[in-house]
């Protein structure tokens, strides 16, 4: 290979490699530790609470304060159920990627050209961002719905730099 070619092969691989890349995953305020410093005091309480209720004679409210407790913790595990999706975007010269993974585990893949895609906010006024979304050839999507506003404002910020940057190389 001459010179020149392997110039151009280097620089052809390095127009390939990502110069941006972003793991966006929903935000969890209580972990698993935490979660299980909770159902065990909430299941103590149940306890505590059922027994002295035993003792005097009101033993249905033993059986739905329990039920409350197994709400609880059924609502516990849809939360972290929902919590598994994530979202990978990464930005190279010629290569927009987006790989977007539901809870399931059921992954879709978008593929872009950096140059014809646009990125599109939308802001309400007291809100913030509610909406981003990449568009090109003909697909629109949307990306980052499950973060915070802060997070929203974040992102939104350096991938607009990083596709910036895309097209003006």
Not at 17 to 31: I, K, V
Not at 38 to 50: E, N, Q, R
Request: proline letters at 4%; charged letters at 15%.
């Amino acid at each position: 290979m001459s010179d020149t070619n392997a110039a151009s092969a280097a620089a052809g691989f390095a127009a390939d490699e990502p110069f941006f890349h972003a793991s966006l995953t929903p935000h969890r305020s209580l972990g698993r530790t935490g979660f299980m410093i909770l159902m065990g005091a909430l299941l103590f309480g149940w306890l505590v609470t059922g027994i002295f209720m035993l003792s005097h004679g009101a033993w249905p409210v033993f059986g739905f304060f329990g039920l409350d407790v197994l709400g609880l913790y059924l609502a516990f595990r849809v939360n972290y159920r929902a919590a598994r999706a994530h979202e990978e975007v990464s930005v190279s010269r010629t290569a927009l990627d987006i790989l977007k993974v539901a809870p399931s585990g059921k992954a879709q893949s978008h593929h872009f050209n950096p140059f014809w895609a646009k990125f599109s906010v939308a802001r309400h006024t007291e809100i913030g961002i509610t909406r981003m979304a990449v568009e090109a050839q003909g697909q629109d999507v949307a990306i980052g719905t499950f973060l915070n506003p802060d997070d929203r404002e974040s992102f939104a910020a350096a991938f607009s730099r990083a596709l910036a940057r895309a097209k003006a190389r």
